[in-house]
Structures are given as C-alpha cells and as structure tokens.
C-alpha cells in the first residue's frame, strides 16, 4: 500500500473519524493532506450520508472503501445493513445449498455480536497465572458444613477479586480516544450463559460486601439472569468482568473483554496436579486465571501483579472467608 502523506495531526482527526485518508483529497503546498482537508472530507462525508447504517455495515464499508451514499438500505426506515453492503460491493450474502437452514439473529445473539465485534477491534494481551487452590477448597468445604452459608468457588474469586481490585486501581479504567477514564467503583459483572446467548449482571460495590452478602447477592443475580429476569438497572455499570468457564473442563482460554472495561479475568477448572515444595511433590488443587486486558492503557508488567494479588487471596482464603 502507497505511503499517504498527512499532517500528523491530520491522521488523528482522520482516526477518529473513521476516514479514509485514500478518500481525501490533499491541499498542501507539498501534496501533503492537511487538519483541513480532512474535515472537508468529514463534512462532505456527513452531508451525503443522511440514511441510518448499523454499526457493521459502517464498518465493511470503510474496509471495502464503499460509497454509503450510493447505498440503498434495505432495513426499517430504509436502513443500512451488512446485507446491503455487501450487494453493494458485488459480494451478495450467502446462498443456501440444499440441507442448510439459516437462523435469523436473536435481538439478545445480535448485541453480543456486535459487542463481540467491537471488542475485537481492541489490542488485547492475556496473561495466565498458575493458582494453589488446595487450601480454599479444603477450607470452603469445611465452612459449608459447619453454618447455613453456601460459598462457591465463584463466590471466593469474585471477593479475591474485589480485593485485588483495591490495590490494582488502574483496571478500574476505560480507553476514552485520546484519554483514559478512571472508574472509583468496584462493580463487577458477572458472565452468565443462557439458552442463547450471555447475560452480564453486575455486582455493585463488591468490595464492600461482606461475605455473606456478596455470595447471597451474586447468587441472586445468576438465577435472575438464567431466569431472564434482569432489569436494565441490573446490567449496566461494571467496571470490570469474571467470566468462569471452570464448570465446563476449560483449563485456559482467552475471555473477549466487555466493553467499555478495560480488562476481564477468566476462571478455569479446578484439577488434580503436582507441585514441588520443600523439594518435596506433593498432589494439590490446581486452577488456572487468566487475565485478557487492554494493551492501550495497561501492560503485561500491571497484568501479571494484578494476578499475582488475585491469587494471594486466594491461596490464603481464611481472610475471604472468615473476614
């Protein structure tokens, strides 16, 4: 691809706006696209295209260097979608051969794709730590069946969490464009699957619960969100996310982070394994956490202390579970 050459303030407002610098014509004295020329482009851009396009569309498009304007959409109120892009480009949706059925998106299906796909669009590093769960186990299970509480593993993650969370206040932060937002509370949300799809219920406030009161609320929240029973209110807010795949076997994977956070911790199973201490292998509890986080605004350096300080808690888990 052709070097274009731009003003680098000109390349950031071209950035922001999603133009194509291609698509620019240059007014420089050397030929070079100026702060000016971009926001001609962006205004004439505005003018032609007065039709709604999902967010989609817009972006095949601008990768297809596709016209919206000479566009027809073919959605309510003449809207733009993916279906009408690609027509556009001369590359129709998929013809089905015979066998095959198609499935139209559910409304719940449609949002996490498109949260999927905005998602991707993210620089992301995974970091996975190697956690000694032998004593929270062996100490969750006697608490269980000495008092009426019904702690899960889940339950002790999301107060380790929590905790951690006070120390490592950087992955409290959203990516704002040319700025960071710093988020002052501890809201975590909690991916739960569905028939189709995931619901992401948030704990507010989670590191000011105590324990009874945050396994009694996070249990409440699952059962509603299984239910489908959430609320609006209920969904929104978090400022960061646990999603545990442990349930299912899954021993490390890379959880999609749930914008606008800035970082999500996957939790895996629990399996038998060896460790080596004292020069003596002993059989112990294992799990694996693994952290994906945004690689604008944290670092791998940030991830791995963050880690570290979650599975502290939960190596040491009299503090979790007896306050």
């Known amino acids: 691809m052709a070097w274009i050459k731009a003003t680098p303030y000109a390349r950031k407002i071209a950035k922001q706006h999603h133009i194509d610098l291609a698509a620019v014509t240059p007014g420089g004295k050397d030929g070079e696209i100026r702060e000016r020329d971009v926001l001609d482009a962006l205004e004439?851009?505005?003018?032609?295209?007065e039709t709604p396009v999902t967010p989609l569309a817009q972006r095949i498009a601008e990768s297809l260097r596709?016209?919206?304007?000479?566009?027809?959409?073919?959605?309510?109120?003449?809207?733009?979608?993916?279906?009408?892009?690609?027509?556009?480009?001369?590359?129709?949706?998929?013809?089905l051969k015979p066998g095959e059925l198609r499935e139209s998106l559910s409304p719940m299906r449609r949002a996490i794709a498109e949260q999927m796909?905005?998602?991707?669009?993210?620089?992301?590093?995974?970091?996975?730590?190697?956690?000694?769960?032998?004593?929270?186990?062996?100490?969750?299970?006697?608490?269980?069946?000495?008092?009426?509480?019904?702690?899960?593993?889940n339950d002790l993650v999301i107060c380790a969490v929590a905790k951690a969370l006070t120390r490592?206040?950087?992955?409290?932060?959203?990516?704002?464009?040319?700025?960071?937002?710093?988020?002052?509370?501890?809201?975590?949300?909690?991916?739960?699957?569905?028939?189709?799809?995931?619901?992401v219920p948030v704990l507010k406030e989670a590191d000011i619960l105590g324990m009874d009161e945050l396994s009694e609320k996070a249990h409440e929240l699952?059962?509603?969100?299984?239910?489908?029973?959430?609320?609006?209110?209920?969904?929104?807010?978090?400022?960061?996310?646990?999603?545990?795949?442990?349930?299912?076997?899954?021993?490390?994977f890379t959880p999609m982070i749930f914008l606008p956070n800035s970082a999500i911790l996957g939790i895996c199973s629990i399996y038998d394994g060896v460790t080596v201490r004292e020069k003596v292998v002993e059989a112990r509890k294992?799990?694996?956490?693994?952290?994906?986080?945004?690689?604008?605004?944290?670092?791998?350096a940030q991830a791995a202390a963050f880690n570290l300080s979650v599975k502290e808690y939960l190596e040491h888990p009299e503090g979790l579970i007896y306050g």
């Open 44 to 49: 004439g851009h505005k003018k032609k295209r």
């Open 66 to 95: 596709i016209d919206l304007s000479q566009v027809k959409g073919t959605g309510p109120g003449g809207k733009i979608g993916k279906a009408d892009v690609l027509a556009a480009a001369g590359k129709p949706d998929y013809n």
């Open 117 to 153: 796909t905005a998602s991707g669009q993210v620089p992301v590093v995974t970091v996975t730590t190697k956690v000694d769960v032998t004593t929270l186990v062996e100490m969750r299970e006697q608490y269980n069946a000495e008092h009426k509480a019904h702690y899960t593993v």
């Open 168 to 199: 490592h206040r950087r992955f409290l932060s959203s990516f704002a464009g040319d700025s960071i937002i710093y988020k002052s509370d501890i809201n975590i949300g909690i991916a739960v699957s569905v028939d189709d799809g995931i619901l």
């Open 222 to 252: 699952i059962r509603r969100a299984r239910e489908k029973k959430l609320s609006v209110s209920e969904c929104e807010g978090s400022t960061f996310t646990i999603s545990n795949l442990g349930m299912y076997g899954v021993e490390a």
């Open 286 to 300: 294992l799990m694996h956490i693994c952290l994906t986080f945004d690689h604008r605004i944290l670092d791998g």
